[in-house]
């Protein structure tokens, strides 16, 4: 892509885990994917499974109220529904993700509980049962900056144009079907937050959770929840990929660069060349780690945290 590659950033970490806050987020929460980085530090430092690391990563930014997940997932269109996706893997043969699920605080710890069933994918009311049966009470509250960020996104959308690239805003129009009257004649949000490990045993994991895009119709699921678009962790290493979901689906764009890892390119030269096959006006980012090396690169400021266990 013409210019892209000026635009690219691209970051090369000394650890053991790396974490990112979503392409197109303030790199002022950085502070808080340093620390998720180090609840992951901790598992790894005593012993712990990548995949249980990258788990306490996520749950951290959950938490954390600044990011597009769990408790800062983004309001719907209709300025009332939460619906989001997670989804963990490892290299040792666990997969387990959630799609549409409301109510819940921590969606990448119902991920982790499907992959103990004998499903990898479960959605909506369904992923939500499960949550209320193993112990996760109902979660539902919003914040003044979710608020804020639901009211920019429907005044985007009155304006022309493309509140989301590649989309024209009368689409939301024209496709409705939240149970409310439309309030528009039609800042995007868009990112992830995800987290890559690898153990002292030398297995890899990933694990990402989302609030989704917005503006986006009721039911949507992103990459996020998809294997292989994402998210993918393999014997050669794990990767995560935040930005535009909708673009990443068809080139499967995490397993994508795996298989460029696996093959033998050097990491940085991997996520460089996937985060290329994107038009610039398409949010991109990708964290990656291999048995030796780990980093990152985004087409936008694109918060990170990495730690080294021991």
């Not at 990011?67 to 666990?94: H, K």
């Not at 990448?108 to 499903?119: E, I, L, S, Y």
């Not at 979901?245 to 994508?256: D, I, K, S």
Request: proline share 4%; with cysteine.
């Amino acid at each position: 892509m013409s210019g892209q590659s000026d635009m690219i950033k691209i970051e090369k970490f000394e650890g053991d885990v790396v974490v990112h806050g979503g392409a197109g987020a303030d790199k002022s929460y950085e502070d808080g994917c340093v620390k998720a980085a180090l609840a992951a530090r901790v598992l790894l430092g005593s012993g712990g499974a990548a995949l249980d690391a990258v788990i306490a990563a996520v749950t951290v930014l959950e938490n954390d109220g600044r990011f597009n997940a769990g408790t800062g997932a983004q309001l719907g269109l209709d300025g009332a529904t939460i619906e989001m996706d997670a989804s963990v893997m490892d290299s040792v043969g666990r997969l387990g993700a959630v799609a549409a699920l409301q109510a819940v605080r921590n969606p990448v710890q119902v991920a982790r509980a499907v992959a103990d069933t004998p499903h990898h994918l479960l959605c909506g009311h369904g992923a939500l049962l499960l949550a209320r049966h193993l112990g996760h009470a109902p979660y539902y509250e919003v914040s003044e900056r979710q608020r804020k960020q639901h009211r920019q996104i429907l005044a985007q959308l009155e304006k022309s144009g493309m509140a989301t690239p590649g989309v024209d805003n009368a689409d939301f129009a024209q496709f409705w079907n939240y149970d409310v009257p439309l309030t528009f004649r039609a800042p995007a949000a868009c990112d992830t937050v995800g987290a890559v490990a690898r153990d002292g045993h030398g297995h890899f994991a990933v694990a990402g959770s989302t609030g989704g895009s917005s503006p986006s119709l009721l039911g949507r699921v992103g990459d996020t929840a998809i294997i292989g678009s994402g998210f993918y962790a393999g014997p050669k290493g794990a990767v995560a990929a935040t930005g535009m979901g909708e673009h990443f689906m068809r080139p499967m764009l995490a397993r994508e660069v795996y298989q460029w890892l696996a093959d033998g390119m050097p990491l940085e030269q991997a996520l460089r060349r996937g985060v290329e096959l994107f038009d610039k006006e398409i949010d991109v980012g990708l964290i990656a780690i291999t048995a030796t090396e780990a980093g990152s690169a985004s087409n936008r400021d694109m918060p990170c945290g990495a730690a080294r266990s021991g």
